[in-house]
């Protein structure tokens, strides 16, 4: 099995976990994987209803963007993976969503406080937040790098949008999806009851640490 065919078969379940997590609506959001060794990436289509992914509905992108396979128009937000894709060759998997507590925070260009062990673990430090950009072109793409080059946090909360996650691999960046809409909704939840407690920068990490080199199974 080649690659792309690969990648777009994981990319349909990939979609399905956003729904499944309540991160998306309609048609919004994406996901797209690195194809590895080449500068390709596979990406979902414009406009099409989550129901109706399938592998052969996936379409392949070159690192400008431009289509290079596939019969549909790729996602609106494709040139800002491309930018994250050529700037940042460590990244594997880039996904979008406007999940709605995270992206609440976003319409406040507020970041996201470090007030909870999963944070320190997942995140190691706030969520941060991103420029505003408009959509179509790379601004997008620019305002993530240039948010999380450098920083632990593998969710950036785009000023007025929503979020965008990065990881190692598709599946990295939908689980950093996940854990971004979980701890925005506990955090706001929280502050609403009352004043948080942060937590020390050597306990989140000593936090990040584990959870990032011990936790899980060796592989």
């Keep these: 099995m080649s690659d792309v065919v690969r990648l777009r078969q994981q990319l349909v379940g990939l979609h399905q976990e956003l729904i499944r997590w309540g991160l998306v609506v309609w048609t919004a959001g994406n996901v797209s994987a690195r194809v590895p060794g080449e500068d390709l990436f596979v990406i979902k289509p414009s ?11 996936m379409v392949v992108c070159d690192l400008d963007g431009k289509l290079v396979e596939g019969d ?11 930018y994250v894709y050529r700037e940042m060759p460590e990244v594997g998997g880039v996904v979008h969503t406007h999940s709605t507590y995270a992206t609440a925070w976003a319409a406040r260009g507020e970041p996201i406080p470090c007030v909870l062990t999963a944070m320190g673990d997942e995140f190691g430090g706030e969520i941060p937040v991103g420029p505003f950009a408009l959509i179509g072109g790379d ?11 450098g920083h632990r946090s593998p969710a950036v909360l785009m000023q007025n949008h929503g979020v965008f ?19 925005a909704r506990t955090v706001h939840i929280a502050r609403s009851a009352g004043p948080l407690i942060p937590i020390r920068q050597s306990d989140v990490d000593s936090l990040y640490d584990r959870y990032q080199n011990v936790y899980g199974q060796p592989q």
Excluded at 72 to 82: E, G, I, N, R, Y
Excluded at 165 to 183: H, L, S
């Design 72 to 82: 549909l128009s790729p996602s609106s937000d494709t040139a800002a993976h491309a």
């Design 47 to 57: 406009g099409v209803s989550y129901d109706a992914l399938t592998p052969e509905s």
């Design 165 to 183: 996650t990065i990881g190692r691999d598709a599946k990295a960046a939908v689980k950093a999806a996940v854990m971004c809409e979980d701890v």
């Design 139 to 149: 601004d997008i793409g620019r305002g993530i790098v240039a948010t999380l080059r």
